[in-house]
């Protein structure tokens, strides 16, 4: 039966990276999976206030709080493509220590997150790190190969002593009733499941479980061939004992509340920055302004690959979020499509239906009178019928109509059409 349960997990978590897999490749994306992500819906809450957002993270939580880090091992694509790196790499499993500077990680990134920013914590997010690793950004890359060495030697430390949505849940799961737990009767300290767990969280020789960092991959009650190790209620509760003095402790939470209000401010203060620095970045319809889309966006690149005109740039130098660049794929904003909106995770790119979208200026068109060839193809291909022209004349732009798609710039074969970035998206 224990063995059933460890398969059924490895299923499950096959499902689940195939299916991340397919939708950041922009090849089918039929369960919205990526909405079950912590971190993206943490800042819808935060930012959008959305209900549904609200009930997959206390879902999330609620899970965590049943059946421990089980989101590590079945939900989050990073931990899953980790274990597959490990199987790769035959990664010796290591007993680990329990730092608690992943404390301090976890106050930083979501403290700044909370203040307005998501600049630290798209560096570390594990479901940003995968997005990005797979729509080949070359940080994403950098980063991922890191953490994978990482699991070379040490196997799932990122997910123990670095991740902050580890460190979040790690807490959580402290307290949850079903748990990892080591039947003292039965077991015979051989070892056996500390030489398994990829955590590092057995000490086979006292017969205890840090259920803390243990990531819930079963892996240890499907080895152990006494029957020793169990995932379940432990009948008879040992006394919680302390190996840190109280006012240590209490030291330790003001600095971690310190940490999170500093970053807090610090979030903030990167927002505002923002906010005075980016000029003429085109967005996509839903990202409303240069500033909300810098300090949101994780840079997962879901988005990317998901438009089927495949005008959505990475970040760069210029703008360190998604942005539109109508000299890639088609040149120019389909009238009749929302995919980015619909992909979103993070509430970046805010949800609209495609009615509303249609109606959401992005930028601004205008046309060089000293370089109109008067051909009128522009007056054909404007989608809202923004464009007109009159026999013998130039084509003239109604600018309360356009929306800047930018189809009128691509279909112009003399350059005379240029678009421009509008500070605040409206609808009309």
Known sequence: MKKKLYNIRIIIAGLVFIFCILAICGVIYPLKIFDLQFAASLQRVIFDYSLIALLILVGVIALTLLFGRLYCSLICPFGIMQEFASFLFKSKCKKQNNYKFKYFIASLTIGCLIGGSAIFIRYIDPYTLFGSAISLSKLGIVLSLLILTLVFFQNRFFCTNICPIGAILGLISKIAPFKIYIN?????????????????????????????????????????????????????????????????????????????????????????????????????????????????????????????????????????????????????????????????????????????????????????????????????????????????????????????????????????????????????
């Open 184 to 428: 003292k009767e039965k077991c015979v300290s051989c070892g056996l499941c500390a030489k398994t767990c990829p955590s590092g969280c057995i000490n086979f020789k006292e017969k205890n479980v840090d259920n803390e960092m243990c990531v819930k991959c079963l892996k240890c009650i499907s080895k152990c061939q006494l029957q020793a190790m169990n995932y379940g209620t432990e009948k008879k509760k040992e006394k919680l004992t302390f190996n840190i003095k109280r006012r240590k402790f209490l030291y330790t939470a003001f600095a971690l509340l310190t940490v999170t209000i500093t970053a807090v401010k610090a979030g903030v203060e990167f927002s505002d920055k923002y906010a005075k620095k980016i000029k003429n970045i085109i967005l996509p319809p839903g990202a409303l302004n240069a500033s909300r889309m810098a300090n949101k966006c994780l840079n997962c690149n879901l988005c990317i690959n998901n438009c089927p005109n495949k005008i959505l740039a990475k970040s760069s130098q210029k703008f360190p979020a998604v942005h539109i660049d109508y000299s890639l794929g088609k040149g120019y904003c389909k009238y009749d499509c929302n995919e980015c909106e619909k992909v979103c995770p993070s509430g970046a790119i805010k949800r609209m239906k495609l009615d509303e979208k249609q109606r959401t200026r992005i930028a601004m068109a205008v046309i060089d009178q000293t370089k109109c060839n008067k051909c009128g193809i522009c007056v054909y291909d404007c989608p809202l019928g923004a464009i007109s022209k009159k026999d013998g004349e130039t084509a003239l732009i109604d600018g309360a109509k356009c929306i800047g798609c930018g189809k009128c710039k691509n279909s112009c074969q003399f350059d005379a059409i240029q678009i421009y970035a509008v500070n605040e998206q409206i609808m009309i």
